[in-house]
């Protein structure tokens, strides 16, 4: 693959690799439980943003929480990725989507390295293949510590900061564009289960505490920005911005029960971070231009 461009086959044919494959299931993301909410924007982002959903107001959501691995058999409590993705559904009928997980830096910098990284998740081999990787790319090695730490199993998906790892363009009402990253920042604080506690948890811990916390009340995460200074890069996935960089809160996200609607008889629910609305825009992250092809590609073998 190095030398090579990455194309959707090879992404799917990673996830294979890493995974195995699951006919019906998303090639990444595969368990995860579907819910329905509501963001309620601050205002506070209205200055940088003429997106609607950034005005003052409220707007349904559909979300997901689910676990990285495409195998959707993975126990809840073996350490991986998290993931939070939300639909905003906007009053003239139309979505836009953010994607976020429990990893702040994922320390790539193109698709081509996005794939060997899946490669490494191979189940009995990631011992040997990360630092193989690292290795090979020694730009990692800084962000190696934070990966792991997103890997460790939470107490439960309500207890996660969840962080856009990309970034985007915002217009405001005059024209004037900032680039910001998303990071969904939890209620009920950043929680992980101990060593000693994961090999007790039941395999589907996190989709049965979700359920259970839904029926004592909402589940709540704060959409935290944080605004590129002048020269922070930010077509680079793997790079992170000074953490002193302006931040403000956009609103509140409220999780208030499960979405019994989607995914059910052959409904086909796709979370995409390209899906826009007037006011945002994407940066040149070659990584982020990447990812529409290959959802079209899994929705595409998910159907067939």
């Known amino acids: 693959m190095p030398g090579t461009a990455a194309n959707p086959q090879d992404a799917l044919g990673a996830a294979d690799y890493a995974y195995g494959t699951h006919p019906g299931h998303r090639a990444l ?62 009053p ?15 320390p790539v910098h193109n698709p081509e390295q996005f794939l060997q990284l899946i490669l490494t998740e191979r189940r009995r081999a990631t011992a040997w293949r990360m630092p193989l990787f690292v290795a090979q790319h020694p730009s990692a090695a800084g962000a190696m510590p934070k990966v792991l730490y997103g890997l460790v199993p939470p107490l439960s998906y309500a207890t996660c900061n969840y962080f856009a790892i990309h970034a985007f363009r915002f217009i405001d009402a005059d024209g004037g564009s900032r680039y ?63 953490k002193d960089r302006r931040r403000l809160t956009a609103g509140t996200l409220e999780l208030t029960g499960l979405d019994t609607e989607r995914e059910q008889g052959g409904d086909v629910l796709t979370f995409d971070p390209t899906r826009l ?26 159907t067939s």
Do not use: C
């Open 180 to 242: 910001v990253r998303y990071t969904f920042v939890p209620e009920a604080g950043v929680r992980h289960l101990r060593p000693w506690e994961m090999v007790r948890r039941d395999p589907d811990y996190l989709q049965q505490d979700i359920r259970a916390r839904l029926q004592q009340g909402p589940v709540r995460f704060r959409l935290e920005l944080q605004v590129a200074a002048d020269g922070d890069p930010v077509d680079d996935l793997g790079i992170a911005w000074p």
């Open 92 to 106: 003239d009928g139309s979505r836009t989507d953010i994607l976020s997980q429990t990893i702040e830096r994922i």
């Open 277 to 302: 609305t007037d006011g945002i825009e994407l940066s040149g992250d070659s990584v982020l231009r990447f990812r529409p092809s290959v959802y079209a590609e899994s929705v595409a073998r998910r």
């Open 29 to 90: 993301h595969a368990k995860g439980t579907v819910l329905r909410g509501t963001f309620t924007a601050s205002g506070e982002a209205a200055g940088l943003s003429r997106a609607v959903h950034m005005q003052s107001g409220t707007y349904p959501v559909t979300a997901r929480v689910s676990n990285g691995s495409g195998n959707p058999a993975d126990p809840d409590r073996n350490p991986g990725v998290r993931g939070l993705a939300v639909k905003f559904h906007l």
